[in-house]
């Protein structure tokens, strides 16, 4: 009882959230009905409520909600269009389900409300007889009656003609315990009630062989429902309540308001980043005030800082963690109606359910594990007396066990079935339409198993009520993305098959390595981080236009970072690049880099309404020095990567901006000197020839005004010793654009040994002027360099 | 004493029930800013702050208009250049260069503007409908608004927060 009020309880909030967003969604879906993508959401819903309810036996829901799928079903391969008259049939089934989920909540039990005229309409819809009855038509309230003895029957009954005999007697027992169960609890109430009860009667064993009456009347040992007044419901329910209660409180803990944790956990996220901010701060400090003392007193506050930080963050991670467990306990009950359902010997091993993880992963887990393992026993397990021809015990398992890895959760699902068959996997795929028959020749069976969990791909040949609609696996990977986790599938023909789903301990805070293209800084989360590589030019393949390169003994795809993000190229690229190769279950993609930055825990922040939903953007980060750094999605990474013409090898060399010279103004010469006697000297030298002249005092500005793009220089005059950039830096720096790479850079110093020469020429200036020098002479060093016309003298 | 407090008290009160009928609803406070050469203009409630520009990183796949991201005290706002969205060629930032953090609900975004103009209190009969010429629901104008010798036009926040690409 004490397990069945648990699932029940997760039931009913899970549901009543799942109803919430149906009622959202369906209006809209009115407006846009050819979103297949909302209309894919709505019939999953539908899908899991009716998963869900038929395991908890509310008959009447599962009913209902499995006409409903029809409907939508149809909708969904675009065999009904959405009207706004079959809309009026699903909102009102809709609301039946929450007053049936409403009953639930009241009575654990879904007894009681007539579905028949609204599922007749569903069916109507899904049959396609629309006759010139209108649909909507005397939609009846939903009545609550007291006595479900003549409902459930009238219900269930057209399905008993279909049942095989061994079918009908389990649901024959299922329907009596069911009763008994409704019984006791109404007994149990009403002692809680402070009522005597006549005891149980014993449990009916002739009647249950009767075809018409599978929910004998003479079980019930409630008086007529005549004499139950509404007020008495009313203290029943209110009764029943205080029993729950008092389960509850046995337990040593504190009910917090999850808002509260995120709160903290929002709190912690703000520390951390200022505990990376204080660390690079240090750093720097670390630079300019080498072999002080207060360093070391210093680097020991940063220290504890940054380590009660990781402590304080796990401690709050940790409140907010649940045992797995939670979402386990629903499943030895679920494989036990499923082995009845289906006919199969199905045993079920359990490990690790002790193993934690956070609150709103547990929670979004619940549906891909429950689609996971019914697809086991539908699909994977094969039925007793195949499992004896192929030698194997009758008794098929299916192993769930969840386990730490690093700093990721692992919860593994084994089974001992037929396996899956990779090339029958990939005909059906083809067939479908779902890939090309080049793709399928170049798969390999691990890609082919990952074939499951496409959308719309579906391998069973019936629709049972089990599975088979080609919804589940894509659910399972939908949900598992959606908490940044990954899924590896293995199996062997006529072994077995296993499934692994990896995902990580918390949402708000990862790893993350830091990358950077051009100017620009980008984080990769590192559980998507196989391995970092370095290469050269050289080692990189161009195959049909992709590039690629030779990773040991594999072929990797390549693609630019820059070409991915639209990065603009303005700096050089060097001989040497870096490939990130990432691995998402079983593809990979080598992500080319310019720079690898580090690895840093970062805080995820949502891009906010305005921007979300950017492809390949998953959110963003604050860095320690202040700015914003993107963090990369490495699924939708992966799929962009596809459709990226390469552009590593073709540096388009730096479009000449050479515009026509019509007047001695047009030329531009920047002036770098720290003082400004030299630059006035430099003017009085220069102005006589009629050029403009724009001046900087040091290497800093100048490459500030350089950037801004506001002037086209033509030439600098560089000196050498300045504050904050110094002319070599400067030189240096300049040259790194591509845009500049021509541009003649000459020294104007008073420095006059080789080296310093030396120095200028690596460094990349074209001139060397020794000070002091004639104003002629500078002069006619610019005017070359320029390539200035005589004509405008 | 206390009867001079009182008198304060009763003074200040005084004050501000005259401030309030001089802020009657017929009176629409606005903030002017200049882009390009026309001045327009967003109801003050909706401004969440103005500050002087700073770094932002860029985001790609977006349109040109939608320069990036910055960090406004720790959370990430999106900053948009309404030069550019208004069609105008992008210019440098320099002095007068303002970002302007608007809000709604949970809405937030920043806005690159050329120049800031004044708090502007302009009467409601003052402000007419959108020319007819600009019409439809797209329209970003709210209204024109009539002060003096300026015409000024009042943009809808909402349409300027909502994502159109």
């Known amino acids: 009882m004490d397990e069945f009020q648990e699932i029940l309880q997760d039931f009913l909030v899970e549901s009543f959230e799942l109803v919430e967003k149906l009622d959202e969604d369906l209006v809209e879906l009115e407006n846009t009905p050819e979103d297949l993508e909302l209309l894919n959401g709505i019939f999953r819903v539908a899908h ?117 005999p061994d079918e009908l007697e389990a649901e024959i027992e299922r329907l009596l315990n069911q009763r008994q169960e409704e019984d006791k609890a109404k007994r149990e109430a009403k002692i809680a009630a402070g009522e005597s009860v006549p005891k149980a009667p014993p449990a009916p064993s002739e009647e249950a062989e009767s075809k018409r009456e599978p929910t004998p009347a003479p079980v019930s040992p409630t008086p007529p429902p005549a ?248 659910v399972v990977k939908t949900n598992i993305e959606k908490v940044n986790g990954i899924i590896d599938i293995e199996s062997e023909m006529g072994k077995g098959s296993s499934m692994r789903l990896k995902i990580p301990l918390t949402l708000a805070i990862i790893q993350a390595l830091l990358v950077g293209v051009q100017e620009e800084h980008y984080a990769i989360p590192l559980a998507s981080v196989l391995e970092t590589v370095r290469i050269s030019k050289d080692e990189i393949y161009t195959v049909e236009g992709r590039s690629v390169m030779r990773l040991r003994e594999d072929v990797l795809s390549l693609v630019h970072i820059g070409d991915i993000f639209e990065v603009e190229r303005i700096l050089d690229v060097s001989e040497h690049a870096y490939v990130v190769v990432l691995g998402l279950g079983t593809s990979k993609l080598g992500l080319i880099v310019d720079t690898l930055v580090g690895q840093e825990e970062i805080v995820i922040k949502s891009l906010g309404e305005y921007l979300k939903g950017i492809d390949g953007i998953a959110g963003a980060t604050i860095r320690g020095d202040g700015g914003v750094t993107l963090i990369c999605d490495v699924v939708a990474l992966m799929d962009m990567a596809k459709g990226v013409k390469s552009t590593i090898m073709d540096n388009d060399a730096g479009k000449e901006s050479s515009n026509e010279k019509t007047k001695a103004s047009d030329y531009t010469v920047m002036i770098v000197d720290d003082s400004k006697t030299d630059r006035m000297i430099m003017k009085k030298a220069l102005e006589p020839i009629g050029v403009t002249l724009v001046e900087a ?81 500078l002069s006619s060093v610019v005017q070359r360099n320029v390539n200035f016309k005589s004509e405008f003298l | 004493m206390s009867d001079k407090l009182k008198q304060i008290i009763n003074k200040q009160s005084e004050q501000q029930g005259a401030e309030t009928l001089d802020q009657s609803d017929d009176i629409v406070q606005l903030v002017g800013f200049v882009i390009g050469e026309e001045e327009y203009a967003v109801p003050i409630l909706a401004i969440q702050e103005i500050i002087k520009p700073f770094t932002w990183t860029r985001c790609p796949q977006v349109p040109k208009y939608v320069l990036g991201v910055f960090n406004l005290r720790g959370s990430v706002i999106p900053l948009i250049d309404l030069r550019v969205k208004f069609g105008l060629p992008p210019k440098s930032h320099n002095d007068e260069t303002r970002f302007f953090v608007l809000k709604q609900d949970e809405d937030v975004a920043g806005f690159v503007i050329d120049r800031l103009t004044s708090a502007i209190r302009i009467k409601k009969q003052n402000i007419g409908p959108a020319p007819d010429t600009i019409n439809g629901d797209d329209t970003m104008i709210d209204g024109v608004g009539k002060k003096e010798d300026r015409i000024i036009t009042i943009l809808k926040v909402d349409k300027l927060l909502a994502r159109d690409f």
Do not use: W
């Open chain 1, 48 to 164: 899991t409520v009716k998963g869900a309810s038929s395991f908890l036996n509310f008959d009447v829901l599962t009913h209902l909600t499995h006409h409903m799928e029809d409907v939508l079903n149809k909708a969904r391969h675009g065999d009904l269009i959405i009207t706004p008259d079959i809309m009026d049939v699903i909102l009102e089934s809709i609301d039946l389900m929450k007053t049936l989920l409403n009953t639930i909540r009241d009575t654990s039990a879904d007894a009681g409300i007539d579905v028949s005229a609204c599922v007749a309409r569903l069916d109507k819809v899904s049959n396609g007889l629309e006759e010139g009855e209108s649909l909507t038509s005397n939609a009846p309230e939903a009545t609550v009656e007291t006595s479900a003895i003549e409902d459930v029957p009238a219900e269930e009954e057209p399905d008993y003609d279909n049942m095989d």
């Open chain 1, 227 to 474: 004499t139950i007044s509404e007020a008495k419901k009313e203290s029943d329910v209110k009764a029943a309540a205080p029993v729950n209660r008092a389960q509850t409180s046995v337990e040593q803990t504190i009910r917090v308001d999850v808002k509260r944790l995120d709160h903290l956990m929002n709190l912690i996220g703000e520390l951390v980043l200022a505990k990376n901010r204080l660390i690079k701060i240090n750093d720097d400090v670390e630079e300019r005030y080498e072999g002080e003392e207060f360093l070391e007193e210093l680097n020991q506050v940063v220290s504890i800082v940054s380590l009660v930080t990781t402590d304080l963050q796990i401690a709050v991670m940790k409140t907010r963690m649940l045992p797995i467990g939670k979402v386990f306990n629903k499943f030895p009950r679920m494989i036990r109606d499923l082995t009845r359902e289906l006919n199969k010997k199905i045993e079920l091993e359990i490990s690790g359910e002790d193993t934690e993880l956070d609150k709103s992963i547990v929670e979004e887990i619940g549906d891909p594990l429950v689609h996971i393992i019914r697809n086991s026993c539908d699909h994977g397990i094969e039925v007793p007396s195949v499992r004896m021809a192929a030698g194997k015990s009758e008794t098929g398992t299916i192993a769930l066990r969840a386990y730490n890895e690093g700093n990721q959760i692992v919860i593994q699902i084994d089974d001992d079935g037929k396996g899956l068959d990779a090339n029958m996997l990939k005909n059906k795929a083809l067939e479908k339409g779902l890939i090309s028959e080049k793709e399928a020749d170049n798969m390999s069976d691990k890609e082919a198993f990952s074939l499951i969990m496409k959308a719309g791909f579906s391998t069973a040949a019936a629709v049972t009520n089990v599975s088979g609609r080609g919804v589940g696996m894509d």
């Open chain 1, 697 to 777: 005092s040091d290497g800093q500005e100048a490459l500030n005004i350089l950037k801004s793009g506001e002037h086209s220089f033509d030439a600098l005059l560089i000196d050498i010793e300045m504050p904050r950039m110094d002319g070599y830096s400067l030189a240096s720096e300049i040259k790194k654009y591509n845009r500049y790479k021509n541009l003649p850079l000459i020294a104007v110093t008073s420095r006059t040994g080789k080296s310093d020469r030396m120095r200028g020429v690596e460094s990349g200036m074209v001139e060397y002027i020794t000070k002091p020098y004639s104003a002629d002479y």
